[in-house]
Nanobody, 113 residues
Framework: QVQLVESGGGLAQPGGSLRLSCAAS????????MSWYRQAPGKQRELVAS????????YADSSVKGRFTISRDNAKNTVYLQMNSLNPEDTAVYYC??????WGQGTQVTVSS
């Protein structure tokens, strides 16, 4: 049984930083591509960033490129999303995804002064 547990969300001030973590269990983590998605209130879930099993990264939108960094630690079965220069538009529930089908439960990120 696959389990993905996100952590690291919370309240941040504009211009601040947060680092999200997603710990995986139940599958061989290193062979899976991993992704971060987010869903803001009233909006569809959208891809934020992805990382292949080999460590190649891709950012879905120019609004996060240069501010967010996705990384992975296969020894810890964990994928990270470092988020810098946060702004209120980054407020959303952030989800990690393993491969094409496994989702975490989400972690709330709120950016507000």
């Amino acid at each position: 049984q696959v389990q993905l547990v996100e952590s690291g969300g919370g309240l941040a001030q504009p211009g601040g930083s947060l680092r999200l973590s997603c710990a995986a269990s139940g599958r061989i983590f290193s062979i899976y591509g991993m992704s971060w998605y987010r869903q803001a209130p009233g909006k569809q879930r959208e891809l934020v960033a992805s990382i292949t099993s080999g460590g190649d990264t891709k950012y879905a939108d120019s609004s996060v490129k240069g501010r967010f960094t996705i990384s992975r630690d296969n020894a810890k079965n964990t994928v990270y999303l470092q988020m810098n220069s946060l702004n209120p538009e980054d407020t959303a529930v952030y989800y990690c995804k393993m491969g094409g089908q496994y989702w975490g439960q989400g972690t709330q990120v709120t950016v507000s002064s």
